[in-house]
């Protein structure tokens, strides 16, 4: 294929090219497939980019990318520049040769890191990062508990629910803690088991205006395998009528909620240590074996490093953690939080999952609901302060 018209017309006559002094966020992103570099300087005013400069080393196809990308973002607002996509800069030039779509189309993705600095340079825009512990299985003084896990996340203005608990408890305890849910942005669930669903019906009714993540496995049926015989353990069929025509996202693959937030969809199962961690399956004759594909984990950008929120992690704890590092690019992870679903995991398994948290460098620990108390104690004695203990309504900052 062959360059199109649009593609020689912005490379020979590109746009916005230059410097901004003094920039509000700058990006800087490269290829060392064809050693394209790029960098990006934005110009923020009301939260809408007024501006936008860059300068390429590369090709052609290089420099159109970032000429159209500068046409397609200035006048945006943060949010909707930010869902901007290599792919739809390269669609809007009529295309590239194959070849250059992953190594000279990286405009877009420049653009988001001169967003993400901006957004880590005036932290009194987006607010502090702090995470509250709704449900978890350890009970505060004044907040009641139950066997289940339910976060309130606050980033940049956003408010993202991360599971629901079991039951209704967490409406109580919300209240409590004085949460109003009709301004929940979204809600993200991290796999279908009830005591992560429980009080997703509950919610919805208040969340009028939240859109739902969720991959599509998790509303099929769930049961676990118990002396007395199987158990229903799936989300409600009260839940899924309430989740039709809702605005959901199906996340069979990565998602984002929002800048600096995402999903990770399906986490590939990579390893031979790491299981689903029980006798789950998806029919009551436990036949069928449930291998959890629904289950997922949410992660922050953060000026500190990614902070990593696990529901369950079924996928496994390095599973997911390889895989966030191998999506991101990035070597290093500054928390991890939630249930790791460690409490009969092997020795192995614990000693592996200590060294993916050496080698991630991770500086804070905050296990939850169902890590185990022994997984709990060998994080303690492998990180010591860095291992903190959370209860239901308590809250960390970041």
Same mark, same amino acid.
């Given at each position: #294929?062959?360059?199109?018209?649009?593609?020689?017309?912005?490379?020979?006559?590109?746009?916005?090219?230059?410097?901004?002094?003094? +920039?509000?966020?700058?990006? =800087?992103?490269? *290829?060392?497939?064809?050693?394209? #570099?790029?960098?990006?300087?934005?110009?923020?005013?009301?939260? $809408?980019?007024?501006?936008?400069?860059?300068?390429?080393?590369?090709?052609?196809?290089?420099?159109?990318?970032?000429?159209?990308?500068?046409?397609?973002?200035?006048?945006?607002?943060?949010?909707?520049?930010?869902?901007?996509?290599?792919?739809?800069?390269?669609?809007?030039?009529?295309?590239?040769? +194959?070849?250059?779509? $992953?190594?000279?189309?990286?405009?877009?993705?420049?653009?988001?890191?001169?967003?993400?600095?901006?957004?880590?340079?005036?932290?009194?825009?987006?607010?502090?990062?702090?995470?509250?512990?709704?449900?978890?299985?350890?009970?505060?003084?004044?907040?009641?508990?139950?066997?289940?896990?339910?976060?309130?996340?606050?980033?940049?203005?956003?408010?993202?629910?991360?599971? =629901?608990?079991?039951?209704?408890?967490?409406?109580?305890?919300?209240?409590?803690?004085?949460?109003?849910?009709?301004?929940?942005?979204?809600?993200?669930?991290?796999?279908?088991?009830?005591?992560?669903?429980?009080?997703?019906?509950?919610?919805?009714?208040?969340?009028?205006?939240?859109?739902?993540?969720?991959?599509?496995?998790?509303?099929?049926?769930?049961?676990?395998?118990?002396?007395?015989?199987?158990?229903?353990?799936?989300? *409600?069929? *009260?839940?899924?009528?309430?989740?039709?025509?809702?605005?959901?996202?199906?996340?069979?693959?990565?998602?984002?909620?929002?800048?600096?937030?995402?999903?990770?969809?399906?986490?590939?199962? #990579?390893?031979?240590?790491?299981?689903?961690?029980? +006798?789950?399956?998806?029919?009551?004759?436990?036949?069928?074996?449930?291998?959890?594909?629904?289950?997922?984990?949410?992660?922050?950008?953060?000026?500190?490093?990614?902070?990593?929120?696990?529901?369950?992690?079924?996928?496994?704890?390095?599973?997911?953690?390889?895989?966030?590092?191998?999506?991101?690019?990035?070597?290093?992870?500054?928390? @991890?939080?939630?249930? #790791?679903?460690?409490?009969?995991?092997?020795?192995?398994?614990?000693?592996?999952?200590?060294?993916?948290?050496?080698?991630?460098?991770?500086?804070?620990? @905050?296990?939850?609901?169902?890590?185990?108390?022994?997984?709990?104690?060998?994080?303690?004695?492998?990180?010591?302060?860095?291992?903190?203990?959370?209860?239901?309504?308590?809250?960390?900052?970041?």
């Amino acid at each position: #294929m062959q360059y199109t018209g649009k593609v020689l017309e912005h490379f020979m006559k590109p746009r916005n090219v230059g410097v901004i002094p003094h +920039a509000d966020g700058v990006g =800087t992103i490269g *290829s060392e497939d064809c050693g394209d #570099m790029i960098r990006v300087w934005i110009k923020v005013v009301n939260e $809408h980019l007024v501006d936008i400069k860059y300068k390429v080393f590369g090709c052609p196809a290089a420099i159109a990318c970032c000429s159209m990308m500068t046409e397609l973002a200035i006048g945006k607002h943060v949010d909707e520049a930010w869902d901007l996509t290599d792919d739809q800069v390269a669609e809007t030039l009529g295309g590239l040769p +194959a070849h250059k779509y $992953h190594c000279s189309n990286l405009a877009a993705s420049a653009l988001h890191k001169a967003i993400m600095n901006y957004i880590f340079k005036y932290p009194n825009k987006t607010d502090t990062i702090s995470i509250t512990t709704l449900i978890d299985d350890i009970p505060s003084e004044n907040l009641r508990s139950e066997h289940g896990l339910s976060l309130l996340i606050n980033y940049g203005g956003k408010r993202i629910l991360f599971d =629901t608990g079991q039951s209704d408890l967490l409406l109580r305890n919300a209240k409590m803690l004085d949460i109003d849910f009709a301004n929940i942005d979204a809600i993200v669930i991290s796999h279908g088991h009830y005591d992560h669903t429980g009080g997703l019906y509950d919610v919805l009714n208040i969340a009028s205006k939240a859109k739902i993540y969720l991959h599509p496995a998790a509303t099929e049926p769930k049961f676990s395998k118990k002396v007395s015989g199987a158990k229903s353990i799936g989300i *409600s069929d *009260s839940a899924k009528k309430a989740i039709q025509g809702r605005d959901v996202i199906w996340t069979t693959t990565p998602a984002q909620l929002f800048p600096g937030i995402k999903v990770t969809g399906q986490v590939p199962r #990579m390893n031979d240590y790491e299981d689903v961690g029980g +006798a789950f399956f998806l029919d009551e004759n436990c036949r069928k074996p449930d291998e959890l594909l629904d289950d997922q984990t949410l992660y922050i950008e953060s000026a500190k490093g990614l902070i990593v929120v696990f529901g369950c992690a079924h996928s496994g704890v390095v599973n997911t953690l390889d895989y966030i590092g191998k999506s991101t690019g990035q070597n290093k992870i500054y928390a @991890v939080i939630g249930g #790791m679903h460690l409490l009969n995991a092997s020795k192995i398994r614990i000693a592996n999952t200590i060294e993916a948290f050496k080698k991630y460098e991770v500086q804070k620990v @905050v296990p939850l609901h169902c890590t185990g108390q022994g997984a709990v104690e060998n994080f303690k004695n492998a990180f010591g302060d860095k291992c903190i203990s959370l209860e239901t309504g308590n809250q960390i900052c970041f």
